[in-house]
């Protein structure tokens, strides 16, 4: 009797255990949803998010839907057709720009074929540097390395601030001090500050020695707005001498501060990098005083967290070897 072939047993297919902590057929977060999130917390609608995200309304608001059913709570308060973010969507945003800003960095340093240009960084700079020292820097770092599009955002030092931790910019270069725990703070540039007012100012007569303490804290002061790097500095480098200010006008930038010292206005006391091109023209006159020499530091702060790119880590070291000219 010829010998049967031994029997097989078929065993059940295996099935693979969900990873710790899924479960199977769970709608999950992902960065479709953040990026339309954070498209509807920048529009207020979305209508008009659905056009810069390249999707209909009825899927916008089914990508809001599902996310806010995956957190488990409602992040926009709906007054009429607008979206307004509320408690946890302020909360969610920075965690999301953060989210996406690294997949876009990830993807531009695996994108062998695209030229390096191609991630264009966005930086954000305080008045002083975003307008007197930036653009020869951004002009020395393009000679060196090659044109590549940049944006760049000039604000006052707290917003400067609040852009980098929000991920809204990729780094800051900033003329105060930063007390942002996230944020990541070095050294840069020092600042001379000089005090300086028109050549026809009664204080200007006095040029010829040095300006005494008490004719400082009796003069008029043109001043920054609350929350600019250069007030925060000329308070630190001023007060601890003159005791107070009196200020005559405040202004939201050096260039109308300059120009009203110019004027007559009152005495200013700004970086040398802003009162230079006046003081070469004859239209303020730099003064000497009893006060030591006024010096500020300038930082370059960008996240803790964030991943820094092959073209951002290129920035930050030209930055740091860079010296403007005067």
């Given at each position: 009797m010829p010998n049967k072939p031994p029997r097989v047993s078929r065993l059940p297919p295996l099935e693979m255990p969900a990873p710790s902590g899924l479960l199977p057929n769970v709608p999950r977060l992902t960065l479709r949803q953040l990026r339309i999130f954070l498209a509807i917390a920048h529009s207020g609608s979305t209508t008009a998010a659905a056009s810069s995200v390249a999707l209909s309304q009825s899927a916008t608001s089914a990508a809001l839907?599902?996310?806010?059913?995956?957190?488990?709570?409602?992040?926009?308060?709906?007054?009429?057709?607008?979206?307004?973010?509320?408690?946890?969507?302020?909360?969610?945003?920075?965690?999301?720009?953060?989210?996406?800003?690294?997949?876009?960095?990830?993807?531009?340093?695996?994108?062998?074929?695209?030229?390096?240009s191609a991630a264009g960084l966005h930086i954000g700079a305080s008045t002083t540097i975003g307008s007197y020292l930036l653009p020869a820097m951004l002009a020395a770092y393009g000679a060196r390395f090659g044109d590549a599009p940049m944006r760049a955002t000039i604000a006052n030092t707290a917003d400067v601030v609040a852009a980098v931790a929000n991920y809204e910019v990729d780094v800051g270069f900033i003329e105060g001090p930063c007390r942002e725990p996230e944020l990541q703070v070095a050294p840069w540039l020092t600042d001379e500050l000089i005090v300086a007012c028109a050549p026809n100012h009664p204080v200007a007569a006095q040029r010829g020695r040095k300006i005494s303490v008490k004719t400082l804290r009796d003069a008029h002061w043109l001043l920054r707005e609350p929350g600019s790097g250069?007030?925060?500095?000329?308070?630190?480098?001023?007060?601890?001498?003159?005791?107070?200010?009196?200020?005559?006008?405040?202004?939201?930038?050096?260039?109308?501060?300059?120009?009203?010292?110019?004027?007559?206005?009152?005495?200013?006391?700004?970086?040398?990098?802003?009162?230079?091109?006046?003081?070469?023209?004859?239209?303020?006159?730099?003064?000497?005083?009893?006060?030591?020499?006024?010096?500020?530091?300038?930082?370059?702060?960008?996240?803790?967290?964030?991943?820094?790119?092959?073209?951002?880590?290129?920035?930050?070291?030209?930055?740091?070897?860079?010296?403007?000219?005067?």
């Open positions: 839907n599902e996310l806010e059913s995956i957190l488990g709570m409602q992040l926009f308060d709906r007054v009429g057709k607008r979206l307004l973010l509320n408690d946890s969507g302020r909360l969610l945003l920075p965690q999301a720009r953060q989210m996406i800003d690294g997949a876009q960095t990830i993807e531009q340093q695996f994108a062998k074929n695209a030229p390096a250069t007030r925060e500095a000329v308070e630190q480098a001023l007060i601890p001498h003159l005791h107070a200010l009196r200020p005559a006008c405040e202004f939201s930038n050096s260039e109308a501060i300059k120009y009203a010292a110019a004027g007559g206005l009152g005495l200013t006391c700004l970086s040398r990098w802003v009162v230079a091109d006046l003081i070469d023209a004859g239209k303020l006159v730099e003064l000497g005083t009893t006060l030591p020499v006024l010096r500020r530091q300038f930082y370059v702060v960008y996240g803790r967290r964030k991943i820094l790119s092959h073209n951002l880590q290129q920035l930050l070291q030209f930055c740091q070897d860079w010296r403007p000219e005067m």
